[in-house]
């Protein structure tokens, strides 16, 4: 067992902004502001005990927040035994390659000491959390109490959203903009407190505009005791350092471009022809010693339509988990990525001690542009210094010459040859698909259940002034001017929602004309729901739900629009199968929607309050495609105060 002790003094003194001007190059006027505590909550006893809440800021000085090596959260996890842990986390304007990056640029080892985010060596404002991007990894142990301060130091107004964590005591807290709260105006302090109620790789990430694609973004992760811990015997090390965020990403404020893909925030120029060896690149290195098993995480932070695949030259992957949800495992060659999507697997450092590379592929709008990334793996007994040789990408093959590469989750969806999905469709000449995973757990509901389907249908539609919109049921969702879940006691329903309900009444017919609004889908609660998406787009779509995990038993292409728009109609006929009831399917929070095709998710209602559905592209998100899913009437909500906004 170790154990890590943090000085708290830091977070009790008055700190100053003089360097921070100095240090960044963001043109931003770094004022002295006023900080104010929006979520005045009183504070519960159990969290004053041991626990150093700062409660007066004074003045900020942005340079002395950054990552959490030290604190005392980041242990060995024992049974029965929970902290309360807090945080501080300040959002602000910063840069790839700013004026802070001189020695950087020349010694690697010097990038850590100026605080200077390399990037891909090319310069580019980005927003950084505690002058990091990706933002500092904050690790817990499940039933942790986490308070979290998030400093607005952008000139916009931010959130924070806890991808992962259902907050069923405390909807409040799930950092969606005028849904679940008041956006954190520039100057301002809000303070998240919530119960980790789950273990697996989460993250956390703004949920306003663009800022997730300028970084702010961090993994969360959330760990078990070992008694808990169904796959605690099939890897000796589970480090942070081997957590991985893929991020697509754009250069200074195009946004309609996707121009690279980086790891941890690192990774090979793609503007200039210097090969994947030259030493000017920067590549994220994890480090393993012969004869170890390492559990490893890895997550797409997908701002663009740009599925990704990751493989290590190589090396076998035993893929033990999938958005933070354990699965019975499987040993594959690599997998797919969509945004959102999160994949654990344990690597056995079994090879000879040299370095090797991590492979990422980006394909649909990465592919155009042929992006890919790589890392390092780097044994111990290798020089630290020296790249693998040859070319990232190399060969798409099994470590076994005499086998055909395995892949999961495989985007490019093939339908099953099977008519029943009793089976588990693992071949060897076939990438095993989502459907396919099985969770270690069973489904929480006996086989008997009768389940409430709901259809909901993923698509585009042209503004009158040419620009693209994403629907969810033919709705592209405006944003609301107050917040749903604290202000749901001043408005009546019936005239504030825009749904396929009230626009029918309304004599609208959004399959023929443009349908905007606050688009809100009841769902009663504590209920078995079964939400079939379909997708009437050739691309395909990552599907997110806030406030539940879901059980994936169906999926499939139909290829064409006659029968997606008559999907009610197929599904009365048997034209889309489910998994057997006694299928343990597998647990997810994003799901692939295949191009042309469809998904059926199955989960209990039984978190009330105001829980977002939206696609996981950033792009996509921000263009409409959206909804929020009111689980239980006003009654069975968590009352939350009502604030109105200034």
């Given at each position: 067992m170790w154990c890590l002790v943090v000085d708290f003094a830091l977070a009790q003194q008055n700190l100053k902004p003089e360097n921070l001007e100095q240090e960044s190059s963001a043109k931003i006027d770094w004022l002295t502001f006023p900080w104010s505590h929006r979520n005045k909550t009183k504070k519960e006893s159990h969290l004053s005990a041991g626990l150093q809440l700062k409660d007066d800021y004074g003045q900020a000085d942005i340079s002395s927040f950054s990552g959490f090596e030290r604190h005392p959260c980041r242990r060995v996890c024992q049974q029965g035994q929970s902290q309360s842990c807090y945080y501080q986390l300040v959002v602000h304007n910063y840069r790839r390659l700013g004026p802070e990056c001189q020695r950087c640029q020349f010694d690697e080892r010097a990038c850590a000491d100026e605080r200077c985010i390399y990037g891909d060596g090319v310069a580019s404002p980005v927003m950084a959390v505690n002058r990091m991007v990706p933002g500092p990894a904050i690790e817990l142990c499940e039933n942790d109490t986490v308070v979290v301060d998030v400093l607005n130091y952008l000139n916009e107004p931010t959130t924070m959203h806890w991808h992962g964590i259902h907050m069923s005591r405390s909807p409040e807290m799930d950092g969606v903009?005028?849904?679940?709260?008041?956006?954190?105006?520039?100057?301002?302090?809000?303070?998240?407190?919530?119960?980790?109620?789950?273990?697996?790789?989460?993250?956390?990430?703004?949920?306003?505009?663009?800022?997730?694609?300028?970084?702010?973004?961090?993994?969360?992760?959330?760990?078990?005791?070992?008694?808990?811990?169904?796959?605690?015997?099939?890897?000796?090390?589970?480090?942070?350092?081997?957590?991985?965020?893929?991020?697509?990403?754009?250069?200074?404020?195009?946004?309609?471009?996707?121009?690279?893909?980086?790891?941890?925030?690192?990774?090979?120029?793609?503007?200039?022809?210097?090969?994947?060896?030259?030493?000017?690149?920067?590549?994220?290195?994890?480090?393993?010693?012969?004869?170890?098993?390492?559990?490893?995480?890895?997550?797409?932070?997908?701002?663009?339509?740009?599925?990704?695949?990751?493989?290590?030259?190589?090396?076998?992957?035993?893929?033990?988990?999938?958005?933070?949800?354990?699965?019975?495992?499987?040993?594959?060659?690599?997998?797919?990525?969509?945004?959102?999507?999160?994949?654990?697997?344990?690597?056995?450092?079994?090879?000879?001690?040299?370095?090797?590379?991590?492979?990422?592929?980006?394909?649909?709008?990465?592919?155009?542009?042929?992006?890919?990334?790589?890392?390092?793996?780097?044994?111990?007994?290798?020089?630290?210094?020296?790249?693998?040789?040859?070319?990232?990408?190399?060969?798409?093959?099994?470590?076994?010459?005499?086998?055909?590469?395995?892949?999961?989750?495989?985007f490019r969806f093939k339908p099953l040859k099977n008519s029943s999905l009793t089976l588990r469709q693992f071949s060897k000449d076939q990438d095993v698909g989502t459907l396919s995973l099985r969770s270690?757990?069973?489904?929480?509901?006996?086989?008997?259940?009768?389940?409430?389907?709901?259809?909901?249908?993923?698509?585009?539609?042209?503004?009158?002034?040419?620009?693209?919109?994403?629907?969810?049921?033919?709705?592209?969702?405006?944003?609301?001017?107050?917040?749903?879940?604290?202000?749901?006691?001043?408005?009546?329903?019936?005239?504030?929602?825009?749904?396929?309900s009230s626009l029918a009444a309304q004599g609208r017919n959004c399959a023929r004309e443009l349908c905007e609004g606050v688009h809100v889908i009841r769902l009663p609660a504590y209920r078995a729901i079964e939400m079939v998406v379909t997708n009437h787009m050739e691309p395909t779509h990552p599907i997110h739900l806030h406030g539940y995990t879901f059980r994936l038993v169906g999926q499939g292409v139909l290829g064409n629009q006659n029968d997606l728009k008559n999907i009610r109609e197929l599904d009365r006929r048997g034209r889309l199968p489910r998994l057997s009831n006694d299928y343990a399917a597998v647990a997810k929070d994003t799901v692939q929607v295949p191009g042309l095709g469809y998904v059926i998710l199955r989960f209990i209602s039984d978190n009330p309050g105001f829980w977002s559905y939206h696609c996981h592209i950033e792009a996509h998100t921000v263009q409409g495609m959206l909804a929020v899913l009111k689980v239980g009437g006003d009654n069975q909500i968590k009352r939350i105060p009502a604030r109105v906004g200034c």
């Open positions: 903009p005028h849904v679940t709260q008041y956006p954190v105006e520039p100057g301002e302090v809000f303070r998240y407190e919530f119960l980790a109620d789950r273990s697996g790789s989460l993250w956390y990430h703004s949920h306003m505009g663009w800022q997730r694609g300028f970084g702010v973004a961090g993994n969360l992760i959330v760990r078990q005791p070992h008694q808990a811990n169904p796959h605690a015997r099939l890897y000796d090390y589970d480090l942070v350092e081997h957590a991985l965020m893929v991020q697509d990403i754009f250069y200074d404020y195009d946004i309609q471009q996707v121009r690279n893909i980086l790891i941890n925030g690192k990774g090979r120029n793609h503007l200039s022809q210097l090969p994947d060896q030259d030493a000017r690149h920067r590549y994220e290195r994890l480090r393993v010693t012969p004869g170890y098993r390492y559990r490893m995480r890895v997550l797409l932070n997908g701002i663009f339509n740009c599925p990704v695949e990751f493989s290590i030259e190589q090396h076998k992957l035993l893929i033990i988990s999938t958005d933070g949800n354990d699965i019975e495992p499987v040993l594959a060659d690599g997998f797919f990525l969509t945004s959102a999507e999160r994949f654990d697997f344990v690597l056995e450092a079994n090879q000879y001690a040299k370095n090797y590379w991590v492979r990422v592929r980006g394909y649909e709008q990465c592919a155009d542009r042929k992006l890919y990334q790589g890392a390092v793996l780097s044994y111990r007994g290798a020089a630290r210094s020296e790249l693998p040789q040859g070319d990232i990408l190399g060969s798409r093959q099994s470590r076994d010459q005499d086998e055909p590469p395995l892949f999961i989750n495989d270690v757990e069973p489904v929480p509901w006996p086989s008997y259940t009768k389940f409430l389907t709901y259809y909901s249908s993923l698509s585009t539609r042209q503004a009158p002034n040419g620009e693209l919109l994403f629907q969810i049921d033919e709705i592209s969702y405006i944003s609301p001017g107050i917040s749903l879940l604290q202000g749901r006691h001043l408005y009546k329903d019936d005239g504030y929602y825009s749904n396929r």
